[in-house]
């Protein structure tokens, strides 16, 4: 059975950091592109960051280039997102989603492209 389980979320300060981690089992995650999205309340799904398969290449929103970064470690069935320098604009339910993909590619600005959703992680960004 594919899952995505995302963890990590939390409360943080303003300027502060956090990891998120995507978990994913029943699939071999070279093969899957993966985008993380955040949805804030009153807010729709926006995408934040997406990392290609096979090749691992990576893409960001303009509101959190420079400060969150996206890898993957496939040894760990894992993508993280590194979220740095937090700014209570970036409260939000984090979501993880994948999509196997033939070509190394992702998708960070429809999230109907993705098939498979973890549950979210909250990250709440207040002092």
């Known amino acids: 059975q594919l899952q995505l389980v995302e963890s990590g979320g939390g409360l943080v300060q303003p300027g502060g950091s956090l990891r998120l981690s995507c978990a994913a089992s029943?699939?071999?995650?070279?093969?899957?592109?993966i985008g993380w999205f955040r949805q804030a309340p009153g807010k729709e799904r926006e995408g934040v960051s997406c990392?290609?398969?096979?090749?691992?290449?990576?893409n960001y929103a303009d509101s959190v280039k420079g400060r969150f970064t996206i890898s993957r470690d496939n040894a760990r069935n894992t993508v993280y997102l590194e979220i740095n320098s937090l700014k209570p604009e970036d409260t939000a339910v984090y979501y993880c989603?994948?999509?196997?993909?033939?070509?190394?590619?992702?998708?960070?600005?429809?999230?109907?492209?993705?098939?498979?959703w973890g549950q979210g992680t909250q990250v709440t960004v207040s002092s």
């Open positions: 990392i290609s398969s096979s090749s691992g290449s990576a």
């Open positions: 029943g699939l071999i995650l070279d093969y899957y592109a």
């Open positions: 989603a994948g999509r196997r993909t033939v070509q190394p590619m992702c998708v960070m600005t429809m999230t109907s492209w993705y098939i498979y």
